[in-house]
């Protein structure tokens, strides 16, 4: 049974940082892009970021570019979203997702989610 784990959410001001971790577990990810997610209270749930597994390629939201880093440490089958200069519209709440083989910036395409993490930035 495949099982991503987020963690790493809270309340953070405006121009502060955080970082989320999504913990892997249940089969080998070798083969799987890994993403996140984030929906806000009202809206539909948007992609922020997504990585290759072996490759290391990155693509990023134009919305969260020069903020967010997305890496992955693949002894620890983890994956990380890093935070920085963050606005009070990124609060939502963050989800990791992976998709096998092949990458996509659409929800319905993934392929195993987690339960999200919630992220709430004040101004």
């Known amino acids: 049974q495949v099982q991503l784990v987020e963690s790493g959410g809270g309340l953070v001001q405006a121009g502060g940082s955080l970082r989320l971790s999504c913990a892997a577990s249940g089969r080998t990810f070798s083969n799987y892009y890994m993403g996140w997610f984030h929906q806000a209270q009202g809206k539909e749930r948007e992609f922020v970021a997504n990585?290759?597994?072996?490759?290391?390629?990155?693509y990023y939201a134009d919305s969260v570019k020069g903020r967010f880093t997305i890496s992955r440490d693949n002894a620890k089958n983890t994956v990380y979203l890093q935070m920085n200069s963050l606005k009070p519209e990124d609060t939502a709440v963050y989800y990791c997702a992976a998709r096998y083989l092949m990458p996509s910036q659409k929800d319905s395409e993934m392929h195993h989610w987690g339960k999200g993490t919630l992220v709430t930035v004040s101004s």
């Open positions: 990585i290759a597994w072996s490759g290391g390629s990155t």
